[in-house]
């Protein structure tokens, strides 16, 4: 029905008689859209999103036409990975690309923002949780640009008269995807790093400075909106950070820095609360806002908002199409062939229980170090229900667990059993004798939680249910 297409990518429907326009494409907010392909009308289009691989299309003349040569740009590989019946619907190498400059950009700029990648391992360390929260954000939005992408380079390969057609084409629609607007996204992902570690680090120092100040650049290419916030000082307890904390826009890059309660002893503080308010009012801002801004990403663990994804309804609406990706999609090679060559049998706890939790615990629960050395909350509640009653045989992978968390073989973000949320990391480890799998999520925005570990067992079924999604980290690959 129609309803349906309205609800999964997010535009509202029209009411009666209500006027429409017809968008450029699927970009960004406030960025051009890419050249259309086609003339198809807007319902067509959004119909394509579920089109299958091309079966015709494009004559491409010799078969030598669809190899890749020496010399082959990205853009050309991916073009005829397209052309052969390869990426129907996703392109590992595509969306691999795409989320590695995404992620350094979001490094780069929390650096910037001075707080470490390595943090001190506390329970709940707000910014050890809002980094992993971020990456799982790009992980999704990289997701959704490369299905967006691949469904585009598709609908090109059918329309087109010719493969030299198609191969036209698909340049405008790369370079739009993966130059154009890559740009963007990589400046958006730095400067929302930058300004959520710099929240963080401000949030550890309220205490010396519970004052903030707003701050532009100052040179001709800062907004006139903004313009008017600079100097604005507030407490850092103030509600209204919440909706100006920056960036404000696209490009923005206005910034915060703290101030001593001396250094705000003259400010007329309901002149400054006017004064925001009367942006809150503006055209820039209201726009913004309708674009995702508006909001304090650090505190919801977000690069891009939900407005700001190619697919607007992503991760639920997405996960049907991910989840059909497995390790075959990647190159990996099978379980037994990775076990093969594993470094030898898993080692095997067997002390008790009770002793290893009451070791390492700290007020109640254990934090360990996953692969990125960041910590990993284990409640007395999981380990309890992990190694008593019919659980208790999972004890003696207690290391093995451990093992898995800091040094895994593959890790892959997909869904959780019976959940449609795509934000259940995955870790596989491969012994000789054995396959160990850990799974982990952040919960309710504030601690990154072990949830699971238990050994994989050998069926089709089982094997195919954790190794699918978007693998986020493969050791071999790394190496």
């Known amino acids: 029905p129609v309803s349906h297409i309205y609800e999964i990518t997010g535009i509202p429907q029209p009411s009666a008689n209500e006027a429409v326009v017809e968008p450029a494409g699927t970009g960004l907010p406030g960025t051009e859209g890419p050249e259309s392909p086609d003339d198809r009308n807007w319902m067509e289009r959004v119909f394509g999103f579920f089109a299958e691989a091309p079966g015709t299309g494009a004559s491409t003349g010799a078969n030598d036409s669809l190899e890749d040569m020496d010399g082959d740009t990205f853009d050309v590989r991916l073009a005829k990975r397209v052309a052969r019946g390869e990426s129907d619907y996703f392109d590992a190498e595509l ?68 493969f030299e057609d198609f191969m036209t084409r698909a340049s405008k629609i790369t370079d739009t995807f993966n130059r154009r607007w890559a740009r963007t996204e990589y400046d958006t992902a730095g400067q929302v790093a930058e300004s959520a570690s710099t929240y963080y680090r401000l949030q550890n120092q309220v205490r010396l400075f ?45 910034y915060v820095v703290p101030r001593m309660r001396q250094e705000a002893e003259t400010v007329d503080f309901e ?9 809150f009012e503006t055209a820039e801002f209201k726009k913004s806002a309708a674009q995702g801004f508006g909001v304090n990403r650090a505190e919801l663990g977000l690069v891009f908002t939900a407005n700001q994804q190619y697919i607007r309804k992503f991760p639920n609406k997405a996960a049907k199409y991910l989840n059909r ?20 049998d898993m080692p095997r706890f067997t002390g008790m229980a009770a002793e290893w939790f009451a070791a390492r615990q700290r007020n109640g629960a254990v934090i360990l ?3 990125q050395d960041r910590g990993v909350t284990l409640t ?20 093995a667990m451990t093992e898995t968390l800091t040094t895994p073989d593959e890790v892959w973000l997909n869904t959780e059993r019976g ?38 067992e050998m069926k089709a079924r089982v094997i195919n249910s954790v190794r699918r999604g978007l693998l986020v980290f493969n050791k071999k690959a790394s190496e």
Not at 419 to 430: D, F, G, L, P, Q
């Open 95 to 162: 969306f691999n690309g795409t989320a590695d400059r995404l992620l350094t950009a979001l490094r780069t700029g929390w650096r910037k923002g001075g707080v470490g990648l390595r943090n001190s391992i506390e329970y709940g360390a707000a910014d050890d949780v809002a980094l992993t929260a971020m990456e799982t954000n790009l992980y999704h939005f990289a997701a959704a640009k490369t299905l967006t992408e691949i469904q585009q380079l598709n609908q090109a390969y059918r329309n087109s008269k010719s």
């Open 210 to 254: 519970p004052f903030w100040e707003y701050r532009t650049v100052g040179d001709d290419k800062v907004r006139e909106e903004h313009a008017a916030l600079n100097g604005l000082i507030l407490p850092a307890s103030d509600a209204r950070w919440k909706q100006i904390y920056p960036p404000n826009g696209w490009g923005c890059r206005c």
């Open 271 to 279: 002149r400054m609360r006017k004064q925001c308010d009367r942006y």
């Open 325 to 344: 990706l497995g390790a075959a999609d990647y190159g990996l090679p099978t379980v037994a062939k990775r076990q093969a060559a594993s470094g030898g």
């Open 369 to 371: 170090k996953d692969w």
């Open 380 to 399: 007395e509640k999981t380990y309890r229900g992990h190694t008593t009653g019919s659980h208790a045989g999972r004890v003696e992978y207690l290391q």
């Open 419 to 456: 959940k449609a949320a795509y934000e259940n990391y995955t870790m596989i480890r491969y012994y000789r004798d054995v396959v160990i799998v850990v799974c982990c999520k952040i919960e309710q925005g504030k601690v990154n939680a072990l949830k699971t570990w238990f050994p994989l």
